[in-house]
């Protein structure tokens, strides 16, 4: 342990692809355990890079400390253990039963039947015991989405860090897997960083919000503080009103784009 006390911190974290820096210098946190950050951004802001980069994929510079240990310390087998990723793009469309795929994911030390558990356990927190004999190659995209977080929640990471997780899923869907990860991070203390597109989705479940925007950390914060109109328009070139709604929660209202 250091100084840096509980939690996921990223200090000075640079990520490349080969010589293009694409994500700079970036330095977030302490982000709290039990606690969701969302990381909001136009496209190609860097947002994709950075899960990476925290997920020790590619080339990056700088310090990642999780509680205080230095993740560059670790094996990949033990970072993989504490850190779980799910990227952007979806599980290939094999022929594999989805309980079989969720198993797959799993630790290898674990016997056959506890992998069974585990993976029936991940897949009733999304609602998702449905599926688990579907072969994967039968279901939608959003389906497929669901298996690939039930592939990143079986392993209990500390650390989850989810790209995109609700880009194929119908509304009923995208509140299940935002309402199970706040319950992941709430009941283990995990950390969730995910990235998001539906800003108002973010602002509901979301503990604090990170926005990016060419490869730069614009502002991190709780999101009463720091989503107002001007923001918005800066990063994402919108004309937007902020209002509360009659339950309190903060709304979107998009007037039209900017000319930039
Ligand atoms: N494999 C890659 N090789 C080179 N450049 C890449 C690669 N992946 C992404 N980029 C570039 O990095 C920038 C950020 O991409 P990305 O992190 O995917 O953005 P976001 O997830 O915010 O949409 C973009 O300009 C993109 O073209
Ligand atoms: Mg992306």
Redesign the pocket.
């Known amino acids: 342990m250091t100084d840096e006390g509980a939690g996921l911190v990223i200090r000075d974290l640079t990520v490349a ?2 010589r ?1 820096r ?2 700079h210098s970036i330095s977030l946190g302490p982000l709290p355990r039990g606690e969701v950050l969302a990381l909001l ?12 980069g925290i997920a020790g994929l ?1 080339s990056a510079s700088g310090k990642i400390l999780l509680d205080g240990t230095d993740l560059a310390r670790l094996s990949r087998a033990e970072r993989a253990k504490r850190i779980a990723y799910m990227p ?1 793009s979806q599980p290939p469309a094999i022929g594999l039963p989805v309980i079989e795929a969720v198993m797959s994911a799993c630790s290898g030390m674990l016997g056959r039947e506890t992998a069974m558990k585990e993976a029936y356990d991940a897949l009733a927190r999304l609602s998702a015991v449905d599926l688990a004999m579907s072969p994967l190659a039968e279901l939608s995209g959003g389906q497929r989405q669901m298996v690939a977080l039930a592939q990143a929640i079986v392993r209990r990471p500390e650390v989850l860090l989810l ?2 997780p609700t880009s194929a899923l119908d509304l009923k869907h995208q509140i299940h897997v935002m309402e199970c990860a706040a319950a992941l991070a709430r009941e283990s203390g995990t950390i969730v960083v995910a ?1 998001l597109h539906d800003v108002p989705l973010a602002l509901r479940y979301a503990n604090s919000v990170a926005v ?1 925007k060419d ?1 730069d950390l614009k502002v991190h914060g709780a999101a009463d503080e720091i989503i107002t109109p001007e923001l918005l328009a800066e990063v994402y070139g919108i004309e937007v009103r902020v209002e509360r709604c009659s339950l309190g929660r903060i709304q979107i209202m998009v007037d039209g784009t900017l000319s930039q």
Not at 41 to 52: V, Y
């Open positions: 692809y080969g293009k694409v994500v951004g136009p496209n190609a802001a860097g947002k994709s890079t950075l899960l990476r590619g952007q790209d995109e990235v990016l490869g």
